[in-house]
């Protein structure tokens, strides 16, 4: 769910289509929940554990969404525009068939 959640951040943030920026926030999200879950998870009273990993899902994902909006976004659009740009140049000379 984290995952999902980065995901839309990045796509809300751009406005070419971003399958390269989910495929990138889509795994980086189900890192970060692991992660927090394996620091936390000696920290947690008996019996909150849904609760802290429902709130720490929230969390997280809203980061996650922030960071993808502002920044991956960005930088996603940036590499296929100077991708894309390549390509155009490759094709204009000739070099492929």
């Not at 879950?37 to 980061?63: H, K, T, W, Y």
Request: net charge positive; proline share 3%.
């Amino acid at each position: 769910m984290v995952g999902a959640i980065a995901t839309m951040g990045v796509v809300a943030g751009s406005s070419i289509p971003m399958f390269i920026g989910a495929m990138v926030m889509g795994p980086l999200g189900g890192w970060v929940i692991k992660t927090f879950d394996r620091a936390v998870q000696s920290r947690i009273p008996a019996g909150f554990e849904m609760l802290v990993a429902n709130f720490s899902a929230g969390l997280l994902g809203l980061g996650l969404l922030l960071a993808g909006y502002t920044v991956v976004g960005g930088a996603v659009t940036g590499v296929t525009t100077a991708l894309s740009a390549g390509a155009r140049a490759i094709t204009n000379a000739g070099l492929c068939r």
